[in-house]
């Protein structure tokens, strides 16, 4: 089955870094556009980034733009959110999420069209 496996969450102080990881298992992992969301308590969950099945194109949300990197390593099945500059605002839990798509189709903001998701990590930073 798959399985959307996420580490590297913590309690961190503002403008510090963390680097969250994601394992994908039992699913082809190129054929899949990759996203990170989150959901902070009481609000809705919301889009962070994704990147598209090769690696190239990367996209974010506004709020984490400049700050925060996606990345991919297809040998790995690993998708990556490298986090700078954090800030309390970012506190939240984390998903990774596998989009099904063709390999030119754009990287959707929606969480209703992804197809896997993982169990979640909380990040927590303190001003």
């Known amino acids: 089955q798959v399985q959307l496996v996420e580490s590297g969450g913590g309690v961190v102080q503002a403008g510090v870094s963390l680097r969250l990881s994601c394992a994908a298992s039992?699913?082809?992992?190129?054929?899949?556009?990759m996203g990170w969301f989150r959901q902070a308590p009481g609000k809705e969950r919301e889009f962070v980034a994704g990147?598209?099945?090769?690696?190239?194109?990367?996209v974010y949300a506004d709020p984490v733009k400049g700050r925060f990197t996606i990345s991919r390593d297809n040998d790995k099945k690993t998708v990556y959110l490298q986090m700078n500059n954090l800030q309390p605002e970012d506190t939240a839990v984390y998903y990774c999420?596998?989009?099904?798509?063709?390999?030119?189709?754009?990287?959707?903001?929606?969480?209703?069209?992804?197809?896997?998701w993982g169990q979640g990590t909380q990040v927590t930073v303190s001003s």
């Open positions: 999420a596998a989009d099904r798509t063709i390999l030119t189709a754009p990287i959707s903001r929606i969480d209703s069209e992804y197809n896997y």
């Open positions: 990147i598209n099945r090769s690696g190239s194109t990367p």
């Open positions: 039992g699913l082809t992992f190129t054929y899949y556009t």
